[in-house]
């Protein structure tokens, strides 16, 4: 059988230009075209061609470069600047520019607050481009790692010890440098002594800025190496990291609006979430869908009163639990008199409302009836007789379960799954992101903004072919320009 074998020293050369290096159907040019359809001002980044000075890589370049990286996995500094010597596309997108890592990080350290609006302008062109409908949007959450250590989290005590000992260090270092210094020798280990005075100095700042944190934010453990992360809890155990927030339009799945959360739970995240992608979208949505994670009822009331319809399950509602004979479900309130009546026709009336929260308490008015009624054991173990909380939004609450269970809200509902877990597992695996490059909040959120536009261009690739896109996006790049 015959072998096909290589000649390492078999002549030929490369194309003439570096135009010829892709073919025109490459995924690259779609990248290219994206970033050249931005709007570099909206963003934040300056483009002059008339500064003085030393000459710099162009902005829009950087951003292909960072972008196009992205969206193959491609995400530290180091690699970037290789990819940009070996791999032909980047070759191509960057028109042989070869900035080197320094460069290349610290154009993404400068700019995180225009990189984290690049996804809202990626939205925004999909409005344009008829691919996000932008009336019914889906929200969810997933975790991702900080770029720090679980361990490196501390309490406010462990920080004032260090602390103590860092001044008493300082105190030792600055004794030992008088001394040096009023001695002619030994200069080598004075200069020594003035970079460990220096990096102590240094740490110090550090945890005192830590403290101050912890009491203007009332956090009571802060992390050493990402302040701004906590720790979170899944099913990959615990660690340092960030909510990752994601709102999904149902007309093709793309993102809308991605923000990373310091806060672990969801709880307190749907209306903040919601109003954050109607913003981006210019308009507001029809319908807003979450799983119970989100099941908070003042939250939820938010994005009610906009007259927008709210599909969340409350927990119960989730978990398919059936509801007891004596559930508060089944107890009758009389709105004119404020009170309930259970289900047996006894009176609970109200005894004390909460004042941060507005709950409101109702008892049996005769606790007697409680200890004689057949259903006892069914309804309560308490010696006062049968208790219930009342919401102060408990309408609401009703309204919004009974909302839920609308034929058509759970076919909106069993969309939601399909729709929001597929950007989360293409950003996990494909763009291989176990873990954030940056840290601090402001940094993860460009980032987050980078993968989400990263997978919208996936999709936008597979939705329209990447012909149309790169000539609909050139239309939208000469507008842009003109």
């Given amino acids: 059988m015959a072998y096909r074998k290589g000649d390492r020293y078999q002549l030929g050369m490369f194309p003439e230009c570096i135009e010829d290096y892709v073919s025109k159907d490459a995924p690259v040019r779609v990248y290219d075209a994206f970033v050249d359809a931005l709007d570099f001002k909206d963003l934040g980044i300056e483009i002059n061609s008339t500064k003085v000075g030393n000459s710099e890589y162009h902005p829009r370049a950087m951003m292909k470069l960072l972008v196009y990286g992205y969206s193959y996995g491609v995400k530290s500094s180091r690699r970037l600047e290789l990819m940009t010597h070996n791999d032909v596309t980047f070759i191509w997108l960057m028109g042989g520019l070869k900035p080197d890592h320094k460069t290349i990080a610290e154009f993404r350290r400068k700019n995180k607050g225009s990189l984290a609006k690049v996804l809202k302008q990626c939205a925004r062109l999909c409005m344009k481009l008829n691919l996000i409908g932008g009336n019914v949007l889906f929200v969810d959450g997933t975790k991702i790692r900080a770029n720090a250590g679980r361990d490196a989290t501390h309490d406010a005590a462990w920080y004032e010890k260090r602390l103590a000992e860092l001044d008493q260090r300082i105190e030792q270092l600055l004794e030992e440098c008088e001394s040096q210094d009023q001695r002619e020798d030994g200069m080598g280990t004075f ?180 200890r004689s009624c057949v259903c006892r054991e069914q309804c309560t173990s308490s010696k006062e007789g049968r208790k219930l909380v009342r919401l102060k939004n408990e309408e609401v609450k009703q309204r919004l379960e009974d909302q839920y269970e609308e034929p058509e809200s759970q076919k909106v509902y069993r969309r939601r799954k399909a729709r929001v877990e597929h950007p989360f597992g293409h950003i996990k695996r494909n763009l291989k992101t176990d873990a954030f490059m940056m840290r601090g909040r402001d940094g993860v959120q460009a980032e987050t903004s980078i993968l989400a536009t990263c997978f919208n261009l996936t999709r936008m690739i597979s939705l329209l072919g990447i012909e149309v896109l790169i000539r609909n996006l050139s239309v939208v790049a000469m507008e842009v320009a003109g």
């Fill in 191 to 370: 200069t020594a002594m003035n970079k460990e005075l220096a990096g102590a100095e240094n740490l110090k700042s550090k945890v005192q800025q830590a403290l101050e944190e912890m009491k203007k934010t009332g956090k009571e453990k802060i992390n050493s190496t990402d302040p701004d992360c906590a720790i979170m809890r899944s099913i990959q155990g615990s660690h340092a990291g960030y909510n990752v927030q994601s709102v999904v339009d149902d007309k093709h799945g793309l993102i809308v609006h991605a923000q990373a959360e310091n806060e672990a739970g969801d709880v307190n995240q749907f209306s903040r979430q919601v109003e954050s992608a109607n913003e981006a979208l210019g308009k507001a949505c029809d319908v807003a869908c979450a799983d119970a994670g989100y099941a908070n009822t003042e939250e939820l009331e938010k994005i009610d009163a906009q007259g927008i319809k709210v599909i969340v399950p409350s927990q119960r509602q989730a978990l398919h639990k059936e509801e007891s004979p004596f559930s508060k479900s089944h107890f009758t309130y009389d709105k004119e008199k404020d009170c309930y009546y259970c289900p047996m026709g006894h009176r609970l009336t109200h005894r004390s409302t909460y004042k941060k929260n507005g709950k409101r308490t109702y008892k049996i008015a005769q606790p007697k009836h409680c």
